[in-house]
């Protein structure tokens, strides 16, 4: 196929799925079946990878999920409504709750009670009540805003207009999630793909006169912001919903004990065929609204809740090839390229085959017949092979000893935790020298976590790496707009929209910036750990001069493996110049201490020995929630030295040498006002 024909194929099936697009998400009138949609989606994802010339900002390749409607105003939720972690194991669980008592500092035989509820498959929406009554409505949209929907919510008849309960709080963002019926489906089966798509689509109606006309259904399950909200336990709190009017899930239980729980994910699963709405999957909460708080958040997850999906969809297909992927990191991530199948209504052509020894353990090869599984939504994998199907023909797949983007030797690291090597090989190239790597760290850079710059995709990196437009970070701000103006599928506007855009990111935040660089070991979180420690962008970049690297051990949450990375990050000249590239072009904003002036201010802390209910992670955060500081060694600079059970003897008798004063951990909770 020639350049043009290849073009006018692409511009056809753009212009297609746009049309499919709007009437999908703006109308809520899909025009074709999911499986076609998808296989449509896949045919421009193969043409693009075929072919880098070929962009469009209206590919399935730039656009994720869908945009905001215009016809609702965004409003920033008071409260962000969290995403969940994941389950599909026994296993997982059992590490779930083995991560909490850890985080509690609690021995095994502590008893955790979890309200289980079903999760239903609908929208979620966050209802915001003051003195009683409905005043708004938001739907879920990014987590930190959404769409103001009040008017449509207002017509579901399961959410209460007005509580006169002496009890409901004064001021409370009720959330749950908004359905329709399976029951009900079937008269509006024609309009809408499926239930979730008719409930979507409902509650996105510019009039809401015609949401009225679908019967949606509403089930609260917890809440946002509250003022004066007096129920300390989620069970409590799912009973005083049902007594204020709201519907709950009538399978929602308090259970102790994974083995319970298993049986109670078994139990519900077997019903889900004869349950009039959808759900994939069952919530695990931690009860105690005591507890929740102590556990807090990781990133943009509750460390007290986790969804348990149900069982994944399998089916059977044939190795094509075997592709070697390089990330960011130099890691090479070998896929199957399999024979497209239909899985749980997705069309599939790849799986990952995750590392070598995966491939060696199943002896996986090309050509196999093979079981492929989609567990919830994660990427599709080689459950299985059909060695009855295997071809005599059929040899062993050698994996590259070198890497395939820039020839280097690739290499599986020694772990020395685990004292065996990684079960990921890598490119050992450093810095930018791997055209594959550097790609990818391109694409990082702008990345929704990083610098987060609109109309620059992970299609148009590529398109303008190939054209060398871009090498590096720093290259991305001084872009060759002219050129750009003249590329296929580029005009004066759209040129003055990136280029808008990307001035729009000069301004940054240290922990954005430090995640952005791509650094191995170093995500979002960690960066905000480094973030607080150097405060500034000048103390992170004199790192290179400084070589302080030992102090990092000094951060809570950062170890030996991080500190490594961040050293060879910092060896690399590369990296060196574009920190200072990038220093000259941005303006990276300092952090600001959020107490300044708090109990513990200008005290340092070292904890040794078990403490009581309360684990050194949290004590930690105390400590720098408080102004205080931690260390990890004994030494003049050291405050305190607080002792718990079995405290390390020469860490005790350093600090008495010392004059270190020692204090246990009632003394350590009196300074902060707290009793243990």
């Given amino acids: 196929m020639n350049i043009k024909k290849i073009l006018t194929d692409y511009k056809k099936k753009i212009k297609l799925i746009k049309k499919l697009n709007?009437?999908?998400?703006?109308?809520?009138?899909?025009?074709?079946?999911?499986?076609?949609?998808?296989?449509?989606?896949?045919?421009?994802?193969?043409?693009?990878?075929?072919?880098?010339?070929?962009?469009?900002?209206?590919?399935?390749?730039?656009?994720?999920?869908?945009?905001?409607?215009?016809?609702?105003?965004?409003?920033?939720?008071?409260?962000?409504m969290l995403s969940l972690a994941n389950a599909f194991h026994e296993e997982d669980l059992i590490n779930?709750?083995?991560?909490?008592?850890?985080?509690?500092?609690?021995?095994?035989?502590?008893?955790?009670?979890?309200?289980?509820?079903?999760?239903?498959?609908?929208?979620?929406a966050s209802l915001t009540y003051k003195n009683g009554n409905f005043e708004?409505?938001?739907?879920?949209?990014?987590?930190?805003?959404?769409?103001?929907?009040?008017?449509?919510?207002?017509?579901?008849k399961d959410i209460p207009k007005k509580i006169s309960d002496k009890d409901f709080p004064k001021d409370i963002d009720i959330r749950g999630e908004v359905f329709i019926q399976n029951s009900d489906f079937e008269n509006f089966k024609e309009k809408f793909a499926n239930p979730r798509n008719a409930a979507s689509g409902s509650l996105r109606q510019k009039n809401p006169k015609d949401t009225e006309k679908i019967p949606l259904n509403f089930i609260a399950y917890t809440f946002g912001f509250e003022q004066g909200l007096k129920?300390?336990?989620?069970?409590?709190?799912?009973?005083?919903?049902?007594?204020?009017?709201?519907?709950?899930?009538?399978?929602?239980?308090?259970i102790s004990g994974i083995k319970n729980l298993i049986q109670n994910y078994n139990e519900v699963e077997q019903q889900r065929a004869n349950l009039d709405f959808d759900i994939d999957g069952i919530v695990y909460k931690v009860n105690d609204f005591e507890l929740q708080k102590r556990l807090g958040n990781v990133a943009n997850a509750p460390r007290w809740a986790i969804a348990h999906k149900f069982s994944s969809n399998k089916a059977i297909s044939k190795i094509l090839d075997i592709d070697i992927q390089i990330g960011r990191t130099g890691a090479l991530t070998p896929v199957a390229k399999i024979k497209p199948i239909n899985i749980g209504g997705v069309l599939v052509s790849n799986a990952t085959l995750h590392n070598e020894?995966?491939?060696?353990?199943k002896d996986i090869r090309i050509g196999d017949t093979v079981t492929i599984e989609r567990a919830g939504d994660v990427i599709p994998h080689i459950l299985s092979v059909d060695f009855k199907k295997r071809s005599n023909s059929s040899s062993k797949f050698i994996f590259p000893n070198k890497c395939p983007s820039c020839g280097s030797k690739t290499v599986k690291e020694f772990n020395k935790v685990t004292k065996k090597n990684d079960a990921v090989r890598r490119c050992s190239s450093e810095g930018y020298y791997c055209d594959k790597i550097s790609i990818e760290k391109l694409k990082h850079f702008v990345s929704k976590e990083a610098f987060?710059?609109?109309?620059l995709?992970?299609?148009?990196?590529?398109?303008?790496?190939?054209?060398?437009?871009?090498?590096?970070?720093?290259?991305?701000?001084?872009?060759?707009?002219?050129?750009?103006e003249k590329l296929e599928g580029w005009g004066s506007l759209s040129v003055e929209n990136l280029k808008y855009s990307i001035n729009q990111k000069k301004d940054i935040s240290l922990e954005r910036f430090i995640f952005a660089l791509g650094i191995r070991h170093i995500g979002l979180e960690n960066a905000k750990l480094l973030s607080k420690h150097f405060t500034s962008f000048m103390n992170f970049q004199n790192l290179s001069k400084t070589k302080n690297y030992e102090d990092l051990l000094n951060i809570d949450g950062i170890g030996e493996t991080q500190v490594s990375s961040i050293k060879s990050f910092f060896a690399n000249q590369i990296n060196i110049k574009v920190l200072d590239e990038l220093g000259k072009i941005l303006v990276i904003k300092n952090?600001?201490?959020?107490?300044?002036?708090?109990?513990?201010?200008?005290?340092?802390?070292?904890?040794?020995?078990?403490?009581?209910?309360?684990?050194?992670?949290?004590?930690?955060?105390?400590?720098?929630?408080?102004?205080?500081?931690?260390?990890?060694?004994?030494?003049?600079?050291?405050?305190?030295?607080i002792i718990g059970e079995k405290p390390t003897r020469r860490k005790l008798e350093n600090a008495k040498e010392l004059n270190i004063k020692i204090i246990n951990q009632d003394e350590f909770l009196k300074m902060l006002n707290k009793t243990s």
């Fill in 22 to 80: 709007k009437f999908y998400y703006e109308k809520s009138k899909p025009l074709v079946s999911d499986g076609e949609y998808d296989e449509l989606k896949k045919e421009i994802l193969i043409l693009e990878k075929n072919n880098n010339f070929l962009k469009s900002k209206e590919s399935p390749s730039e656009i994720v999920g869908f945009k905001p409607s215009k016809n609702f105003k965004k409003v920033s939720h008071r409260v962000q």
């Fill in 96 to 124: 779930f709750e083995k991560k909490i008592t850890n985080y509690l500092s609690k021995d095994k035989n502590f008893q955790i009670h979890y309200s289980a509820e079903p999760k239903i498959d609908g929208i979620s």
């Fill in 136 to 156: 708004r409505g938001l739907s879920r949209g990014d987590g930190k805003e959404g769409e103001d929907i009040t008017l449509n919510l207002a017509t579901i």
């Fill in 231 to 254: 129920p300390k336990k989620q069970s409590d709190y799912l009973k005083k919903l049902d007594e204020w009017g709201f519907k709950i899930n009538p399978l929602n239980k308090t």
């Fill in 357 to 361: 020894d995966e491939i060696n353990r």
């Fill in 452 to 455: 987060n710059i609109d109309g």
């Fill in 457 to 484: 995709g992970k299609k148009i990196i590529e398109g303008f790496w190939k054209l060398k437009l871009i090498k590096f970070p720093q290259d991305i701000f001084k872009l060759d707009y002219k050129k750009i």
């Fill in 591 to 641: 952090v600001m201490a959020t107490q300044q002036n708090g109990l513990l201010k200008n005290k340092s802390f070292l904890v040794t020995g078990k403490l009581n209910g309360i684990s050194r992670a949290e004590v930690k955060s105390l400590i720098e929630e408080n102004s205080g500081i931690t260390v990890s060694t004994v030494s003049k600079k050291l405050n305190y030295l």
